[in-house]
DNA sequence: GTTTTCTTGACTAATGTTGACTAATATTAT
DNA sequence: ATAATATTAGTCAACATTAGTCAAGAAAAC
């Protein structure tokens, strides 16, 4: 813990303040100030730790009062759960986004801590590696899919 | 112990530290700087000494803040039947033979329904897709392999 | 002597950090 | 109203900082 990056320390911050609130505003440079890191760092940390596959929604607004709004939404309230993660997978995902939509799967119950072990296993590195990344991607995706798929109707 | 080489120096001393407290997390460079060795010393000592038939488990992270986290975990008493099913499915395996060895895990009660479904779907036809059907058993079979050794251990 | 294990380093990949430039929105001047 | 200016956030590419892979050669074991 004594040497995390400061993206990792800024992804806690926000998740705490996420932790209590259901939504954060803030504004970017006073954040960075904060920090003491240049603005575009918190773009990089939104981008890599508030995905709509993390379950995080942001939004956003320049010029004068403008913002940055993380909200963090409820997966379970929507009944097309199964069908939004199917989407945010696409046709090719990385193994980090990849790990993202098993997250969201685990808190909304949809699936428990052994399952998401079976499927972080299906989808893993050493799994899925045929030497082609572009190719593993797309297998990672449909590998993803069709697990998506079978939950929807088992569970 | 009079002769032991570098490799089993690093591993003492992780395991020494490994002893106490269920995890160690390393930064490469400063691992290898310490017993004066090249980088990817530590990656083959790791990847030698701490498998997870040795009952660990590995995570890193590249970049700023990187790290190796070395995690001791508990393994079951099923290793033996795991090994054969890992033997059987072997470096290529038909959907068929596929099938077998998941019914196998049921059957022995390794897993149940849901997560055979689960299995399934991971190394289903529409998933595991290429259009090079020796590259799919390939996959299909490092999939498997990769989901029962997860289940060697608890998680 | 052959085979296996260990050691090394060049190259690759992933992740994080920074800053110059761009774009959108609000405010102020005309 | 419109134009100019100020005030925000967004994008992108270069660079920095880590770990991973692989293959060749050396050492050890057999």
Redesign the interface.
């Known amino acids: 813990m004594e ?3 400061i ?2 320390i800024i992804e806690s911050y926000l998740k705490q303040i996420l932790a209590e609130s259901q939504q954060v505003e803030i504004r970017r440079a006073e954040i960075a100030d904060q920090f003491n890191v240049v603005p575009s760092q918190i773009n990089y940390v939104i981008k890599t730790r508030f995905t709509i596959q993390d379950g995080y929604v942001v939004q956003s607004k320049r010029g004068g009062g403008g913002y940055i709004r993380i909200e963090k939404v409820k997966l379970l309230d929507n009944l097309d759960f199964i069908d939004s993660l199917v989407a945010a997978v696409g046709d090719h995902i990385t193994r980090h986004d990849g790990l993202a939509v098993v997250r969201s799967l685990f808190e909304a119950g949809a ?1 428990n ?3 998401v ?6 989808i ?1 590195k ?5 030497g082609d990344r572009d ?1 593993d991607q797309q ?1 990672r995706a ?2 993803l ?3 998506l ?3 929807r109707y ?1 569970s």
Do not use: F, K, P, Y
């Open positions: 040497n995390q990056n993206s990792d699936v801590r052994r399952e072990n079976i499927i972080l296993a299906a893993d050493d799994a899925i590696n045929t190719l297998i449909r590998v899919i069709s697990i798929n079978h939950l088992e």
